[in-house]
Structure formats: structure tokens, C-alpha cells
């Protein structure tokens, strides 16, 4: 049966707008989803969150200054006050955006180029480079940074609850290709796709563990457990790269 994914405002949280404008351009497929047109108004409420992302990416929350996020937003006190309640609602919205952000984009890729597949081959092709790109080294940032929140998110519920709704609606965003490919029997149809994502997500914060001091010595070692059980999960083969390396 298809699957109709099609989202209101009243159910995407603010600070996921700019997500929404990133999986716009997925196009819709008998098992994909459909996203709104966003108002201009939620469109500079993204513009001042990747401004407080900013500041809080190089200083930390202790840097945010609505006088400077103004400036740099080109907005005004008010407008601050009035989407945000207060500095405290600005920092959680800001974190829950650096949270989900980046994660979307890759869901945005990996949909648009499954729903493009022909057939096994191709998505078995597609699933290896995106696990590339998900455990390289050049998305350690990322990892560190998602970690990060998760850590402020233990002493804070707000903050919580709102990386939780983020996190769930990028799950059902990222189940979409996952059961576009169940459907044409390319993977295992025999879990929950969009518990999947959220496994999945989980297994890639977890690299942090072996790079908090930078590049682990054995992390090639990683990456081959990590990818074996995901390929496992899927039931498709594993990247040949991966099987070649030494104990």
C-alpha cells in the first residue's frame, strides 16, 4: 500500500524548517513523501537559527548575544523576542537545529539517489558510498557536535523533548527509502524502518568513542564492524573494501 507522508506545519517543529527545504527537492515516488511550501516567516527563523548555530559551532552558548545575532541575521530585538520567547528558547531552538541539520541533508541524498536505483545493484551501490560518508573522517565534527547536544540535552528535558521530535520526524524521513527498497525486495523487509534510522543514527554517533583524540589508529576496524552489521541488517553484501581489511 503506499505510504503518504505528508506533513502540516502544526506538526514540524519550528527549528526544522530548513530541513523541510532540504527534502522538498526529493522527489515523490509511490513509496516517498511530500513536504508544504514554507512561509517566508519560518524562512527567517531558519536564517537566524544557522546564525546562532554559528556562534555556538565557535564559542559555545555562552557567546550568543541577541545584539549580535541581530546584526549578523539583519533582524531586530523584537523578531527575536517574538519567535523565540527569550535568549534560553533561542539557545535550545539553535541547538536542536545543529542537532538534526546536517543528518537531514544526508537523508535528502541517500532518498533522492535510492528513488533514482534501477535495481539491487544500484541501491546496494548507493547504500555502500553513503556508509562511506557517513563514518569519514571528514564528518567527525558532526559526530562530535551531535554528541555534544545530546550531552547539554541530560540536564535539560526542553531540550530533550525537542531533539527527540527532531530526531523522530528525521527517523520517518529516513524509513521512506528504506521501505522504497523493501518494497522492491533490494533489502530485508523483516524490520521497522524507521527504527532502522534511528539505530543507524545511534551507530554513527558512537565512532565518537574511539575519536575523541582525534584519528584512532585502529578506526579502519570500526568502520568494518559497523558496516558489516549494518550490511547484516539490510541483507545486501558489504563493501569489498571493508571485507580486505587485516586483523
Given at each position: 500500500m503506499p505510504i503518504n507522508h505528508s506533513f502540516t506545519s502544526t506538526k514540524i517543529p519550528n527549528f526544522f524548517n530548513i530541513v523541510m527545504i532540504a527534502l522538498i527537492k526529493v522527489r515523490v515516488h509511490e513509496y516517498g513523501g511530500s513536504v508544504q511550501s514554507l512561509a517566508d516567516s519560518q524562512l527567517l527563523r531558519d536564517q537566524i537559527l544557522h546564525v546562532v548555530a554559528k556562534i555556538i559551532d565557535?564559542?559555545?552558548?555562552?557567546a550568543v548575544r541577541i545584539r549580535d545575532v541581530c546584526v549578523a541575521s539583519k533582524t531586530t530585538p523584537p523578531t527575536i523576542y517574538r519567535i523565540f520567547g527569550d535568549r534560553t528558547g533561542l539557545i535550545m531552538?539553535?541547538?536542536?537545529?545543529?542537532?538534526?541539520?546536517?543528518?537531514?541533508?544526508?537523508?535528502?541524498?541517500?532518498?533522492?539517489?535510492?528513488?533514482?536505483?534501477?535495481?539491487?545493484?544500484?541501491?546496494?551501490?548507493?547504500?555502500?558510498?553513503?556508509?562511506?560518508?557517513m563514518f569519514s573522517l571528514k564528518r567527525?565534527?558532526?559526530?562530535?557536535?551531535?554528541?555534544?547536544?545530546?550531552?547539554?540535552?541530560?540536564?535539560?528535558?526542553?531540550?530533550?523533548?525537542?531533539?527527540?521530535?527532531?530526531?523522530?520526524?528525521?527517523?520517518?524521513?529516513?524509513?521512506?527509502?528504506?521501505?522504497?527498497a523493501q518494497a522492491r525486495g533490494w533489502i530485508n523487509d523483516d524490520f521497522n524502518a524507521e527504527i532502522y534510522v534511528?539505530?543507524?543514527?545511534?551507530?554513527?554517533?558512537?565512532?565518537?568513542?574511539?575519536?575523541?583524540?582525534?584519528?584512532?589508529?585502529?578506526?579502519?576496524?570500526?568502520?568494518?564492524?559497523?558496516?558489516?552489521?549494518?550490511?547484516?541488517?539490510?541483507?545486501?553484501?558489504?563493501?569489498?573494501?571493508?571485507k580486505r581489511i587485516k586483523n
Open positions: 565557535k564559542s559555545g552558548e555562552g531552538e539553535a541547538q536542536s537545529y545543529r542537532f538534526i541539520l546536517n543528518q537531514a541533508v544526508l537523508i535528502k541524498d541517500f532518498a533522492e539517489a535510492v528513488y533514482s536505483a534501477k535495481n539491487k545493484s544500484d541501491f546496494v551501490k548507493i547504500t555502500h558510498q553513503n556508509l562511506k560518508i567527525q565534527n558532526f559526530r562530535s557536535m551531535r554528541v555534544e547536544v545530546l550531552g547539554s540535552a541530560q540536564s535539560n528535558k526542553e531540550l530533550a523533548v525537542k531533539i527527540n521530535k527532531a530526531q523522530s520526524i528525521a527517523n520517518e524521513f529516513g524509513a521512506q527509502p528504506i521501505r522504497f534511528a539505530w543507524l543514527t545511534g551507530m554513527v554517533n558512537a565512532r565518537v568513542n574511539i575519536e575523541l583524540d582525534g584519528k584512532h589508529p585502529k578506526s579502519s576496524e570500526w568502520d568494518k564492524i559497523a558496516m558489516r552489521s549494518i550490511c547484516v541488517v539490510l541483507g545486501i553484501p558489504e563493501p569489498k573494501k571493508v
